[in-house]
DNA sequence: TAATTTAAGTGTTAAAATCACATTTACAAA
DNA sequence: TTTGTAAATGTGATTTTAACACTTAAATTA
């Protein structure tokens, strides 16, 4: 006989994303203005609601895409959220995650449409419901995870320099870092590609570009190679 | 005007415990002979249904409390599985927990009364559902936790030895440990108490005792101070 | 009561990782 | 060709980690 759970209570799940995003000035989240009540016209992060026949992980990546048109960028679970008044309008859980972007390769289209905005995490607006509590979470668990994991490539451009991957450490890390140390940090992982170009914009002398060498990376970690900032 | 999220999927959603306990011979965890189908007669993790009117958190300490009668302990949520067809009888999401138990002074009773059995976690049977792969994500994390915070601790007495701590931390990080390096280490970090009496059954010497000192380890947090072994 | 047995307790040294720190170089613009 | 600007580069001091073996305390037994 199999049982059939029938007296169990039934409830909505929904998914919410944090959204990274990095530019020369820091760290940032995405925002929008939620268009519908409750809280209709305050920020809020992305969200949906889960449907019956897809796991949360793409839930996620279907909600994430129809904001910013991304397919293939880093993203984790980060936590469960189940405070039983956490939405007033009705008993809702809801699982957050995580994603890094690109920021100068988003769709801006897509971001107006949504009235979606990119705020510095140092100057987060009061949002809905516990969305305030799920982005603690997350830019804590963003700070161990890429002092383990070297993910914070996905918040840059492909070609980048020493510099500003320095400066994106430290916004996520919020601390300052040694130049010379941190180069020669890195390039004792030995998993940059150094490239025969130049980015001009910065200085007359001009500095080199690189690239994350996934492959090398991988190989590595094959062999017992961990990274750590 | 309200939404009323009428048009939205409702599911069903689930708590499954790994619980971890310790003895002389390493590190297990508790399972159960599930007793209705799907499955039934097979070993599986300690489980039940979230109500409309508690949190997951809520339903975890419920579910834990009722097989072993513990009410204070380690515990922390996980990650959230929701693969579609996870549960064959029909849709069901499962949010992991995991808590750890000093394995002197569960109740017999409880656990005899659900079949309950203890498994060192380098022999844990097939499992039901997913539930090996929760398994495997509690002991990877349990394992990172344990290097950065004293939740050790909770899987042993109150009263313990410097062997017996570096014991359990051999079975958590899985890899033997140099005495004098681990105890000049503990000891440097000034958290525990040494106490009076010795454990005479161990030696003819006997080994002295020590009790974690949550109050200096508090104070110490305050001061930034970081737990790492 | 002296000798034996057993695990507990204890420090030092070498190697590696981290940290602090200042000058030279390449290039464009004037 | 001189000047201005940010990029690039290395060393020594300090701290942390890792390897390693003998002495001590106490019960047991001869």
């Known amino acids: ?27 940032k989240i995405l925002l929008i203005k939620r268009d519908f009540e409750p809280e209709k016209g305050k920020w809020s992060l992305i969200g949906g609601f889960l449907k019956k026949s897809e796991t949360f992980d793409n839930a996620a990546i279907r909600i994430l895409n129809r904001l910013t048109g991304f397919i293939n ?34 769709n801006e289209e897509l971001i107006e449409k949504y009235s979606a905005k990119w705020f510095y995490v140092s100057k987060i607006p009061q949002l809905i ?37 320095q400066k994106l450490y ?12 941190f180069i020669n940090k890195i ?10 170009e130049k980015d001009m914009n910065s200085s007359r002398k001009g500095s080199f570009l690189y690239k994350f060498d996934q492959k090398k990376y991988e190989k590595k970690l094959l062999d017992d190679f961990t990274f750590k900032l």
């Open 1 to 27: 006989m199999l049982n059939n759970y029938n007296t169990e209570d039934k409830i909505i799940a929904a998914v919410d994303c944090i959204i990274f995003g990095f530019d020369q000035k820091g760290l």
């Open 129 to 165: 419901f516990d969305h305030n509590e799920m982005f603690e979470r997350a830019i804590k668990r963003l700070r161990r995870r890429a002092s383990t994991k070297p993910i914070g490539f996905g918040l840059l451009p492909e070609k980048f320099t020493m510099l500003q991957l």
């Open 187 to 196: 390039n004792s992982l030995d998993i940059l590609i150094k490239l025969d």
């Open 73 to 106: 960028i880093y993203m984790e679970q980060l936590y469960t959220f189940s405070k039983v008044d956490r939405d007033p309008v009705e008993r809702t859980i809801s699982v957050a995650y995580y994603a890094l972007i690109n920021i100068e390769e988003h």
């Open 170 to 181: 430290e916004a996520i890390l919020d601390k300052k870092l040694d130049k010379r140390n």
